[in-house]
C-alpha cells in the first residue's frame, strides 16, 4: 500500500541548508535553500521553522523529518559533532529540533544518507554491499549492506579518507618523486584525504610539480592530454585506487558509487575504475566503480529513504 505523507528533507552542509520533500511517489524535489546562520542555534531552529512553515502545503501534520547532515551523528545521543559548523555542533537535532518542531526527526551522516540513496535507488540497486565512495573537496565514504546503512564505532564507518597513503613514492619523468606526509586536521599523518579529492589533486600538482591550478583546471588539462596534468592525474589514480580497492577487499562491496565534485567527471571515474580492478582480490565482469546518480540531492534522498524505513505512520 502506498504511503499517504510526504517527507520533509533537510540537507545541512557546511554553508546551506536546504529544504526538500520526498512525495508519495518517491520523488524528491528540492524546495528552498538559505545560507546556515553563522553561530546561533536559536537563528538555526528559527529559519529551519521559517522554511517549513513557508511551504507548509507540501506536508502533513504526521510527515517526518529526515536531515542529512555533515559531520558525525554520536548513535547513543544523536549529537552533531560538526565544529566547522556553530549554529548545530554538539546538539542533539533529533530530540531538540524533534521537540521545537512536534515532529518525528531522523537525523544521519550525509555520506551514509547518499550511499543509501544509490544502494535502494541508483548506482548500487541490485547489489549486496555498497560502498559510497566521497570524493569531494575532501574524501568521505559510507557502507550499506542488505539495504542498511551500517553504522560503526562512534558513528563512523566507510572513513577511507583518514589513515595513511600506501604509495609513498611516485616517477615523474624517470625521477623518483617522494609523496610528503601532510598533517592531517584528524591529528594523523599521511591521510588519503590530504591527496584523494579535489583539494587532494590540487596539493599532489603542487607537490608534483610546483604549480598552482585548481582541480577543475588540472582535469580540463588532463582530458587535452597536457603531459603535467598527465603525470599529476596517474599518480591521483593510484593514490586512491590502491586504499579503494582495499576498502573493496575489506568490504566486499561490488558496487562503488562515487559522489561528491570529482564524481562528475565521467572519464577520471573510468580510469580510476580500471586502476581499482587491477588491485582487487578478483576482478569482476561488471565495472565495479561508477558514479553515483544522485549527485545533487543524495543526502536528501537517502535521509528520506532513511525515514520511510524508521517510521511506520507514513
Ligand atoms: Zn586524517
Redesign the pocket.
Known sequence: MRRQSAVICLDLGGSFIKLGVMNAQDQLILLDQHKIPATSWDDFTALVRRMIAQHHLQFTASSAVAISTAGIVAPETGEIFASNIPAFHQHSLANELGALLQRQVIVHNDADCFTLAEALAGAGKGHKVVFGAILGSGVGGGLVADGRIITGQNGLTGEW??GPITLTEVEIGGVVRRLPRKA?P?G?KG?L?SYGGARGLENLHQTLHDRTASSVEIIECWQQQDALAQQTVQAWLQIVGQPLAYTINITGASRVAVGGGLASVAPLIAALDEVVQGYVLRRTAHRLVVPGEFAHHGGMMGAALLALQNTHSL
Open positions: 579518507g583518514h592531517c584528524c594523523q591521510c584525504d
